[in-house]
């Protein structure tokens, strides 16, 4: 496995891709995210260790979704157990997920508790907060220094789960390696978020006009909490784009065929394990 630089442009398409993925099985890969959140929701109700719990499954569940694209991609219906993909793989790296997991869980926390004490007083939850608290300067000041703190964690494990499942390598160096390979292909990762932050700000735009041309907030209202979970849905199967061409299988030898080997193993990860 070695590191593969795409040009800046194959960031827009991995939003194509995405989404057109994302259509051929829309019902199967909705329905596997607002799985995994309803999962994830249940969890972090749990007393003691629910947050904890619910911030562990997030690389599985990520691997999951990829597992998911990719079977989207063979002309197959994901079915649920894709989720748990992470937990079907052998003993070895079952325990190398929970262990990459229990890191992510505990990055999440450390910045829980560190923004509170660079900022001031934490703002109001959001189920609780309305408009007027999320406009004041201490919640958008806090929600800013989250996302800074937060950037540096996601490129550590964007590629991490998919790594430790499709290509054995161990929790810490597969940190090093997504964020190696995200910050080698940084031109690509700026249009790939530079797309999505368009096509969600083209829906955001024909839901407002919708709703204007209908004379009515309630539409509006009514409409945002699907559309954003639908789109995250579909961000989500993008990702595994953004893994599939970011690394490349090396080939077991110098054989003839061996680079078109290693072409047909970087189009389908999973057969690298």
């Known amino acids: ?34 799985l995994y959140m309803a999962a994830g929701t249940l969890l972090s109700f749990l007393p003691g260790f629910g947050l904890i719990l619910a911030l562990m499954i997030v690389p599985a569940a990520t691997l999951g979704l990829m597992a998911a694209t990719q079977e989207a991609l063979k002309g197959k219906f994901p079915m649920p157990t894709v989720l748990i993909s992470a937990f079907r793989a052998g003993r070895q790296r079952v325990r190398a997920m929970l262990v990459l997991g ?3 869980a505990a990055a999440c926390l450390l910045i829980t508790l560190a923004v509170p004490l660079l900022v001031g007083t934490p703002p109001p939850p959001a189920a609780d907060a309305g408009r007027e608290a999320m406009l004041t300067p201490q919640f958008q000041l806090t929600m800013l220094v989250t996302m800074l703190f937060y950037l540096p964690i996601s490129l550590l494990f964007w590629h991490a789960p998919a790594l430790v499942h499709w290509h054995g390598i161990s929790p810490v160096k597969s940190l090093f390696f997504s964020l190696v390979a995200c910050l080698r292909n940084a031109g ?13 700000l083209g829906i955001g735009i024909v839901t407002s006009l919708v709703s204007g041309l209908m004379g009515s907030t309630q539409f509006m209202e009514a409409a945002v909490m699907p559309l954003v979970l639908l789109m995250a849905a579909m961000f989500s199967t993008s990702i595994y784009f953004t893994f599939r061409d970011s690394f490349v299988a090396t080939p077991p030898d110098d054989s003839p065929g061996s680079a078109e080997d290693a072409q047909n193993t970087n189009d389908n990860p999973g057969d690298a394990s």
């Open 102 to 104: 229990g890191l992510y």
């Open 1 to 34: 496995m070695k590191l593969n630089i795409v040009p800046a442009s194959t960031g827009i398409t991995w939003v194509r891709l995405g989404i057109k993925t994302f259509l051929q099985q829309p019902l199967a890969m909705s329905g596997l995210f607002f």
């Open 188 to 200: 690509a990762f700026l249009m790939f978020g530079l797309g999505w932050f368009a096509v969600f």
